[in-house]
């Protein structure tokens, strides 16, 4: 085969969107017929479903007893702003921000909440912030996993067990593929269309007691909404992490969420889960080792996401190319893919470096990424052709 010729093989599935991400395999429509619509979400039965998914969500997600689970608003999004606004003030604040999503909460603590005492640990796309620079007598906010650089931490190793401000996390393109650290993680968010390939716009918060006890102890100075407010009179409000939601909910999506956490269950639950993600990344890896024009965005292979795959040229690759013509190749390529029906969505996110993201999440299939590989080759080979002989 030359270079610019097509491979013989499509992926089955073509969606490796970083979100929302492809629902889980043999998903259809029927499998929402259980779900109860047209009732109130505050009847017995609303409200068995919607504790049924956060039970489910504590044994996949393997979360222990002592922390509560709460369906909240307006997706991760919803939940880490909830956490921001209800928690911070209490004592300085320490936020990484190694990409788009941990830059923006840096953005909310320092222009919106305006708090003082604030260190922002800042690193570029493909790096971490050094981890060991970060103070746990102050709360602290980070991304576990960064989803439009491709770059997560580690493991929680670095957070001190006996630290006296919380940890908030966001979790949302980590949870259910990588192993979160409990013990390290005060506060953890995600949506469900991310790793499970639920449906869109409710978040899930998951607090543990210290977050509890903060929030019983302690009373932010600026007001808050209502679909923030997680406490009253000074108590939590318990209801909500028994799935007495703050507004309604879509029962839609939380039957469409339960079906995935159903279907985890039954492959095995979080450490199938994991394993699916981390073959169709060591796919990706693999290929990476073994082509000279395409290099993992993440520079430390210990810092690479299992998830967000996010790809850049190689320096081979760029080699006398204007900065113009290297960003115009993986954007051809993205536009020659989708039409070829054989990868959707797989440009980088818009403030991150030209590149590409695939997701390698859990309810992508490995066969898939395999029969992607060699079509990034041929794209590659196509765009560059184009891209130099248009200029
Ligand atoms: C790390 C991270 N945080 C937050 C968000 C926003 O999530 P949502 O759209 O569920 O609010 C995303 C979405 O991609 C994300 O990747």
């Not at 620079?133 to 906010?141: A, G, H, N």
């Not at 108590?235 to 909910?249: A, D, H, M, S, V």
């Not at 995935?260 to 993600?277: N, V």
């Given at each position: 085969m030359t270079a610019k010729e097509k491979p013989a093989a499509r992926p089955a599935n073509p969606r490796f969107s970083s979100g929302p991400c492809t629902k889980i395999p043999g998903w259809n429509t029927s499998l929402l017929d259980s779900a109860l619509v047209g009732r109130s979400h505050r009847s017995k039965e609303g409200k068995a479903r919607l504790k049924y998914a956060i039970d489910l969500t504590r044994e996949v997600l393997e979360v222990p007893e002592?922390?509560?689970?709460?369906?909240?608003?307006?997706?991760?999004?919803?939940?880490?702003?909830?956490?921001?606004?209800?928690?911070?003030?209490?004592?300085?604040?320490?936020?990484?921000?190694?990409?788009?999503?941990?830059?923006?909460?840096a953005t909310d603590v320092v222009k919106q909440l305006k708090i003082k005492d604030v260190r922002v640990?800042?690193?570029?796309?493909g790096e971490l912030p050094d981890l060991s620079q970060v103070d746990f007598s102050r709360d602290v906010v980070f991304t576990w996993n960064g989803t439009t650089s491709g770059v997560k931490v580690p493991d929680g190793e670095?957070?001190?067990?006996?630290?006296?401000?919380?940890?908030?996390?966001?979790?949302?393109?980590?949870?259910?593929?990588?192993?979160?650290?409990?013990?390290?993680?005060?506060?953890?968010?995600?949506?469900?269309?991310?790793?499970?390939?639920g449906e869109a716009q409710h978040g899930v918060?998951?607090?543990?007691?210290?977050?509890?006890?903060?929030?019983?102890?302690?009373?932010?100075?600026?007001?808050?909404?209502?679909?923030?407010?997680?406490?009253?009179?000074?108590?939590l409000i318990e209801?909500?992490?028994r799935g007495e939601t703050i507004n309604t909910p879509s029962m839609l999506c939380v039957e469409d969420y339960i079906k995935a956490l159903e279907w985890a269950r039954e492959i095995g639950g979080l450490c199938a889960l994991q394993a699916r993600a981390c073959m169709n990344a060591a796919a990706v890896n693999e290929w990476i080792e073994n082509t000279d024009w395409v290099e993992n965005l993440a520079r430390d292979?210990?810092?690479?996401?299992?998830?967000?795959?996010?790809?850049?040229?190689?320096?081979?690759?760029?080699?006398?190319?204007?900065?113009?013509?290297a960003a115009a190749i993986p954007k051809r390529m993205v536009a020659l893919?989708?039409?070829?029906?054989?990868?959707?969505?797989?440009?980088?996110?818009?403030?991150?470096?030209?590149?590409?993201?695939?997701?390698?999440?859990?309810?992508?299939?490995?066969?898939?990424?395999?029969?992607?590989?060699?079509w990034l080759d041929w794209a590659y080979a196509v765009a560059r052709e184009e891209v130099l002989s248009s200029s």
């Amino acid at each position: 085969m030359t270079a610019k010729e097509k491979p013989a093989a499509r992926p089955a599935n073509p969606r490796f969107s970083s979100g929302p991400c492809t629902k889980i395999p043999g998903w259809n429509t029927s499998l929402l017929d259980s779900a109860l619509v047209g009732r109130s979400h505050r009847s017995k039965e609303g409200k068995a479903r919607l504790k049924y998914a956060i039970d489910l969500t504590r044994e996949v997600l393997e979360v222990p007893e002592d922390y509560r689970i709460g369906i909240v608003p307006a997706s991760d999004t919803g939940a880490v702003e909830m956490a921001l606004w209800s928690l911070l003030g209490a004592r300085g604040v320490d936020v990484l921000a190694w990409e788009s999503f941990g830059k923006g909460w840096a953005t909310d603590v320092v222009k919106q909440l305006k708090i003082k005492d604030v260190r922002v640990l800042e690193a570029d796309y493909g790096e971490l912030p050094d981890l060991s620079q970060v103070d746990f007598s102050r709360d602290v906010v980070f991304t576990w996993n960064g989803t439009t650089s491709g770059v997560k931490v580690p493991d929680g190793e670095w957070i001190a067990a006996d630290r006296e401000g919380l940890t908030i996390c966001d979790a949302t393109s980590a949870a259910f593929a990588q192993e979160l650290d409990w013990p390290k993680l005060d506060v953890t968010t995600f949506s469900w269309q991310k790793v499970m390939g639920g449906e869109a716009q409710h978040g899930v918060i998951i607090l543990s007691p210290r977050a509890v006890e903060r929030l019983e102890s302690y009373t932010p100075p600026w007001p808050l909404p209502k679909i923030f407010r997680l406490t009253k009179n000074g108590k939590l409000i318990e209801g909500i992490f028994r799935g007495e939601t703050i507004n309604t909910p879509s029962m839609l999506c939380v039957e469409d969420y339960i079906k995935a956490l159903e279907w985890a269950r039954e492959i095995g639950g979080l450490c199938a889960l994991q394993a699916r993600a981390c073959m169709n990344a060591a796919a990706v890896n693999e290929w990476i080792e073994n082509t000279d024009w395409v290099e993992n965005l993440a520079r430390d292979p210990e810092t690479r996401s299992n998830t967000s795959v996010c790809l850049k040229l190689s320096e081979k690759a760029v080699e006398g190319l204007s900065e113009e013509q290297a960003a115009a190749i993986p954007k051809r390529m993205v536009a020659l893919l989708e039409v070829e029906g054989v990868a959707y969505d797989i440009g980088a996110y818009r403030a991150a470096p030209p590149g590409l993201r695939i997701w390698c999440g859990s309810t992508v299939e490995t066969e898939d990424v395999q029969a992607l590989l060699p079509w990034l080759d041929w794209a590659y080979a196509v765009a560059r052709e184009e891209v130099l002989s248009s200029s």
